[in-house]
C-alpha cells in the first residue's frame, strides 16, 4: 500500500506527543493497520520516545544562570549610544537641527551670491515704442 507519508508522519507526531484528537487517532491506527513501513516507523517512533522520557534530567545548582550571566563578558556601548539613550529628545533635536541649520546657510549663501551679482549686472531694457 502507497501513503503519503508526510500526512501519517504529522500524525504520528501528534499522537506521541498527545495532541491528536480521537478522529486522528483513529485514522493513524486503521493506516498502520494496513501499511507495514508506517507501522515499522511509528514503532521505532514510539521507542525513541519512552528511551527519551526515561532519561533522567540533571539537577543543576540553585543559581547556576545567575552564575552563568555574571560570567559572560560586560556589553560594551559606544559613548554616543549611552547619550543618546539616556537623552532621547535632545538627540532627536541635534539630529534634525544639524540639515535644517545647513540648508538655511547654503540658501542664505545662494541669495547673497544672487544679491551682488544683480547689483553689478543692471540691465536697461527698451521697449518698443508705437512708430508710424
Known sequence: MTCSNKKYMSL????????????????LF????????CRRH???LKQSTELLNHLSHPQLPNHFTKNVLERLPAEKRHAAREWMSRHPLLAATAICILPVSVAMFAARRQ????????????????MPGNRP
Open 12 to 27: 504520528m507526531n501528534k499522537v506521541l506527543d498527545d495532541e491528536a484528537t480521537n478522529v486522528e487517532r483513529r485514522e
Open 30 to 37: 486503521e493506516h498502520l493497520a494496513l501499511c507495514d513501513r
Open 42 to 44: 511509528f514503532k521505532e
Open 111 to 126: 541669495m547673497l551670491f544672487q544679491e551682488k551679482n544683480n547689483n553689478d549686472q543692471l540691465i536697461l531694457l527698451k
